[in-house]
């Protein structure tokens, strides 16, 4: 794909699909409850996909209808063994989570995934899940993993990663465990597990500390399904705020986006900077905390976050990157190790991509510096994505204020949003 100047600003009201953290969830849990679930605004991507096709593999009745998708779901012990492996293709999210339900169950399953996902760290999941007794074959750390499924017993663990799909997996594994299971994560990462547990009636307890929190879980109790109305995606939202921050003559607004405090450090490190953000609207949705959001053109000024924000953006920082490198004093974001083993490095293709947009960045000790350039000139506009989706979007909006850039692998976008290039033309873009 390639990435043009626009020569009108971004504009107008941009409805960005389906949260893709919440989607996974709302196939997840609805397929081990009791009951119909409708589930409308799902996110339709690959990755969202590749847990539907995992579940109706299972056994699960999952259908389409008027635009909403019906979970039949038969209770915690209600799947059926795969006739083949469950292919996950590019999704840590479904590779983490599903890792720890099928722990629990009482059949064996083989989970597999494309070639970044395979080369993603599984221990970090298996290893947790060992201290409940499970048993997982890992390829020296790595998917294929086979799960070999059985009652576990309930447990006291700490969760010393900073990661959701961590505590998610966890969390799904005490489900399906007799007894109080107790998860201790020292760090705040995103809680929409937890969230959806409670409105599902899930005998689940949260005590939060100032950046801890100890989960608690009564497992064999039965979920009641309430009917899932999925937010819109603050992740993807991102790529349309900060194309709207750096390019004059915009003003956009993003509906019905999910603002959870556990995932919009995005928001904060941009007001930082100086960006003329509204939040409007704000209420609360089965527990989850949504607002519409204007953002206008701004002068940006760069900005210092420490490690602890890191936790709060995981996700954000490509673009942040970008916001960063059209800013007019430099900027630098600590504690990014994390960043090494997403769908790429991404802390080297950051690094790497900006220097060949003529924008100077350092790593140094996983916190990567970035100085702006103004008037930079493209030292060589092909843009190494190494199929990471969060990449190549992030570079196709450096492309709409710089100048013409050659977005490689660009298919990768529809891991997370497949209308990405149509509504970013829509709104003054131009891609191609
Ligand atoms: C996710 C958690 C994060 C995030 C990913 C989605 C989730 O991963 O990067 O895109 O849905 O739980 P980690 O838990 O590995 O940080």
Redesign the pocket.
């Known amino acids: 794909m390639f990435s043009e100047q626009t020569n009108t600003g971004i504009n107008g009201i941009v409805t960005v699909p389906g949260d893709?953290?919440i989607s996974?969830r709302s196939i997840i849990i609805p397929s081990i409850s009791r009951g119909i679930c409708e589930v409308s605004n799902i996110l339709k991507s690959d990755d969202v996909l590749n847990t539907m096709n995992a579940f109706k593999e299972m056994g699960v009745e999952i259908k389409e209808e008027n635009k909403k998708i019906i979970i039949n779901g038969k209770g915690l012990e209600s799947l059926k063994m795969p006739n083949k492996e469950l292919y996950l293709g590019n999704s840590?999210?479904s590779a983490r989570l599903l890792t720890g339900l099928l722990a629990s169950q009482n059949f064996d399953t083989v989970l597999t995934g494309d070639k970044s996902l395979s080369s993603r760290p599984m221990k970090r999941i298996t290893n947790p899940l060992s201290e409940m007794g499970a048993e997982i074959k890992t390829h020296d750390g790595k998917l294929p993993l086979h799960i070999h499924g059985k009652s576990l017993k309930n447990c006291q663990i700490q969760i010393e990663i900073?990661?959701?799909?961590?505590k998610?997996g966890l969390i799904l594994a005490a489900l399906n465990t007799e007894g109080t299971s107790c998860i201790n994560e020292h760090h705040i990462?995103?809680n929409h597990t937890e969230i959806m547990l409670e409105t599902f009636g899930a005998d689940i307890q949260t005590k939060k500390f100032d950046n801890s929190s100890k989960i608690i879980i009564n497992g064999k109790k039965d979920l009641t399904p309430k009917n899932i109305d999925v937010p819109a995606d603050l992740s993807s939202s991102a790529f349309f705020i900060v194309a709207a921050l750096i390019n004059k003559n915009s003003d956009i607004t993003l509906e019905n986006i999910n603002i959870n405090p556990t995932r919009n450090g995005l928001l904060i490190a941009l007001k930082k900077m100086g960006a003329n953000i509204k939040i409007l609207n704000k209420r609360t949705r089965a527990g989850e905390i949504v607002a519409d959001i204007n953002v206008k053109s701004s002068e940006l000024n760069g900005c210092e976050l420490d490690k602890e924000m890191a936790k709060l953006m995981?996700?954000e920082f490509p673009i942040l990157s970008v916001a960063a490198s059209q800013a007019n004093s430099p900027s630098q974001f600590k504690g990014l190790d994390?960043l090494r083993i997403?769908e790429s490095d991404r802390l080297e293709l950051i690094h790497l991509n900006l220097n060949t947009c003529g924008c100077y960045s350092e790593i140094k000790d996983n916190n990567i510096f970035i100085n702006p350039t103004k008037n930079t000139e493209i030292i060589n506009p092909e843009i190494r994505t190494d199929y990471d989706h969060r990449i190549a979007m992030s570079f196709a909006i450096l492309g709409s204020k710089i100048g013409k850039l050659h977005i490689n692998e660009s298919e990768s976008i529809n891991t997370s949003f497949p209308t990405f290039k149509n509504q970013f033309n829509k709104a003054g873009g131009k891609l191609y």
């Open positions: 893709k953290s996974h840590g999210t900073p990661s959701a799909q961590i998610s990462t995103r995981i996700d994390e997403k």
